[in-house]
């Protein structure tokens, strides 16, 4: 009887989890346009999507992304925010305004003001937790279900059916220094701020800031087409920020081959240094005091694989960091001592030059637990 009830329990619990190989989900790209992809080296003011082209704007001219660069084209990018007439001299300079159902929107350095019939009505959002006077009113969209965004000071406020609600950093904003807005396909927002992009979906923030996701911090304008791709207009090119389907598996697949191709130092997981900034095929292998810590974690991730999988591939990973961490114990001459690093003597860096009994000195000024080791890298036995 028990043996039919585990049995049972094991039927159940294998038919609610699903395969990772099945598994799916939105994997965000980044790829940066600049000089190299036919932009001037300056900042692209504005962006627009139109009949499924991209036109961006730089320098008083107009590019067009063909799929695989832009090129100078005579059309030309839409006024974004129109003249707007009979606002309040007590709003301040017009930021950005929008159109929703029939009813106009302006953002302003002195407010938020929707217009009602032939005058300016000053909005005052309020929620269970805040009431604002909003300021720098410079981000302005409505997404997919008619929901008005706007981006100010103080936060983001969105107005669904009549009913306010706001955001602050307490709520998951993580900057509040706006300059434009943009709405996808999906009922996802963007705005840009003057220290990167921020992706909304329902009441959750995605920070997409720095060289990871832009050429530069500060976003002038952003555009998404049909497909959900952001192309985000900055002072130094354009990003292009994709969501692509993938599955667990082939995410972990890229990280391996990343590893492999960049990170394998003599069976260890090391770090490595970029000769050109940005140019990930410029790289050259370096050491860290911690080859044996990435080199144990990477074979322990292998090993869950391999015990999962059963792929050959994992099981051999995990293996060969098995024997290199086992190599850094083997090598020195006191058993159980493990060594940090093992590197060959044709080395390019002069590592006991750089880690000489003088700099041993200097640093331990800042650093008081520093020793005074030399040859901080001794010879191995074979003098290898």
């Known amino acids: 009887m028990k043996y039919i009830l585990l049995s049972i ?58 799929g695989n660069s832009w090129k100078n084209t005579k059309n030309k990018i839409g006024k974004r925010h129109h003249a ?10 017009l930021l950005s305004s929008v159109s929703n159902k029939g009813e106009i929107f302006a953002g302003c350095e002195n407010g938020l003001y929707q217009q009602k019939e032939n005058s300016w009505e000053l909005i ?29 000071r103080e936060g983001v406020g969105r ?11 307490a709520e998951g904003l993580p900057y509040n220094h706006f300059t434009c807005a943009a709405s996808g396909s999906y009922g996802e927002v963007w705005f840009g701020t003057e220290k990167g992009a921020i992706r909304v979906e329902g009441d959750y923030f995605y920070y997409r800031f720095s060289r990871r996701w832009l050429p530069d911090d500060h976003v002038n304008d952003i555009a998404v087409d049909k497909q959900g ?101 083997d090598i020195t001459h006191e058993p159980g001592f493990p060594a940090r690093v093992i590197i060959p003597v044709d080395f390019p860096e002069p590592v006991n030059e750089i880690y000489s009994k003088e700099y041993n000195k200097r640093h331990q000024k800042s650093d008081p637990f520093w020793k005074d080791i030399y040859p901080r890298f001794p010879l191995s036995e074979d003098g290898n």
């Open 9 to 66: 329990v094991a039927f159940l619990s294998a038919s609610f989890i699903s395969s990772p190989t099945e598994r799916k989900f939105n994997q965000e790209v980044a790829k940066i346009h600049g000089a190299d992809s036919g932009l001037p080296d300056a900042a692209v003011e504005s962006i627009f999507i139109s009949d499924k082209k991209q036109l961006a704007l730089s320098q008083g001219q107009y590019f067009e992304w063909n």
């Open 229 to 329: 791709t952001a192309w985000i207009a900055t002072n130094k090119g354009v990003a292009q920020i994709s969501s692509k389907s993938m599955t667990y598996e082939e995410k972990a697949a890229y990280f391996t081959k990343q590893t492999e191709d960049r990170h394998n130092r003599m069976g260890f997981i090391s770090p490595n240094h970029l000769k050109i900034p940005f140019d990930a095929s410029s790289f050259e292998l370096s050491i860290s005091d911690n080859d044996g810590m990435y080199t144990s974690m990477y074979g322990a991730a292998q090993a869950f694989r391999y015990a999962v999988t059963g792929d050959e591939e994992a099981k051999e990973l995990a293996d060969r960091s098995f024997k290199a961490c086992k190599w850094l114990v």
């Open 84 to 93: 707007l007439e009979g606002l309040p001299s007590s709003a301040g300079k």
């Open 124 to 152: 005052l959002p309020s929620d269970e937790n805040y009431s604002w006077a909003p300021k720098d009113v410079a981000a302005l969209t409505v997404d997919t279900e008619g929901r008005l965004w706007f981006g100010s």
């Open 159 to 169: 107005l669904d059916h009549g009913k306010w609600k706001l955001f602050t950093g």
